[in-house]
């Protein structure tokens, strides 16, 4: 693409996508025209299907600027959801930065699991515990969902959580979630929940290196990382779960897809009933679920 303001100069929508286009795949960035259009539908201030209908519009020279310079840094790796600044999740929009794991279409399952468990719901007011909330995406999306609840959300990274208070704020439901910092639920007393979820870090430290770049190089590791095994986090959330709920509480914990049979029976061996594997909409195993007896 053109560098300077005078060749930007007569530059259309057209124009400038199909160069943008042309140079994600040229550096072999993935779903290349995708990420050009939604990019430009920003700077130009559309959305992105309306740009055909703009497609022999004439961008302003600072926009183009502006427009070089977001490109510039999906060029470098950067994730597309960080460079806008946010994503939808459940009908959502969350900010997301580097201070958090960007959230995930997979976790939109978990989330809807956790609603579809009908006895949950039964009681008059259900205190439920999201452990490592990062954005928030997890506990804001079930405090819409589901006025009535009682909300704790924790994470040991105090960064994080000063972006989930802020994506609660902006949905309205700030006062109904309490925010703590602590490792998983130390901080919560035992037989206090009546569910806990979770998605928790599970990648194997081994495989980090084979992470895209995308992911490794500007998502935060602590998020991501599960130890030599990517069980480590879990291993101490399942005997910390069944501590923190009370009798026929529910656990709702997301897995990488080659974990769930080890995780479901680490459940079954801390006595959880009822103990289930989850598919994703891929067909892999996603999700385990079990209920405190």
Not at 6 to 26: F, K, N, P, S, W
Not at 67 to 86: C, H, S, V
Not at 97 to 114: A, C
Not at 143 to 171: C, H, Q
Request: hydrophobic residues 45%.
């Amino acid at each position: 693409m053109a560098h300077d303001g005078h060749a930007d100069a007569g530059l259309t929508v057209a124009d400038l996508l199909d160069r943008a286009a042309a140079e994600l795949a040229a550096a072999e960035i993935s779903e290349s025209r995708l990420k050009a259009e939604t990019l430009l539908a920003r700077v130009v201030g559309c959305r992105r299907l309306e740009l055909p209908l703009s497609r022999d519009r004439v961008v302003e020279p600072a926009r183009c600027a502006a427009f070089r310079g977001l490109l510039r840094r999906l060029l470098d790796g950067e994730p597309l959801q960080y460079i806008l600044g946010d994503v939808e999740f459940m009908g959502t929009l969350f900010a997301v930065d580097r201070r958090v794991l960007i959230p995930r279409p997979e976790t939109e399952e978990l989330v809807e699991r956790v609603l579809r468990r009908e006895e949950l719901w039964r009681c008059s007011a259900v205190r439920l515990g999201d452990v490592g909330t990062g954005s928030g995406c997890i506990a804001v999306s079930l405090a819409l969902a589901r006025p009535s609840a009682e909300i704790v959300a924790t994470d040991a990274a105090e960064d994080a959580l000063e972006l989930a208070r802020d994506n609660a704020g902006r949905a309205g439901v700030a006062d109904r979630i309490r925010f703590m910092r602590c490792d998983l639920l130390s901080a919560l007393a035992a037989d206090s929940l009546q569910a806990v979820v979770s998605n928790p870090p599970y990648v194997a430290t081994g495989e980090w290196l084979r992470l895209p770049r995308e992911i490794r190089d500007f998502e935060p590791r602590a998020a991501l990382d599960g130890g030599e095994d990517g069980l480590s986090v879990i291993s101490r959330l399942v005997p910390e779960a069944f501590r923190a709920l009370k009798s026929a509480g529910w656990l709702f914990m997301e897995t990488g897809e080659n974990q769930a049979p080890e995780v479901a029976a680490q459940m079954e061996r801390q006595d959880f009933r009822a103990v289930a594997v989850i598919k994703d909409l891929s067909g892999r195993d996603r999700i385990v679920e079990g209920e405190k007896p």
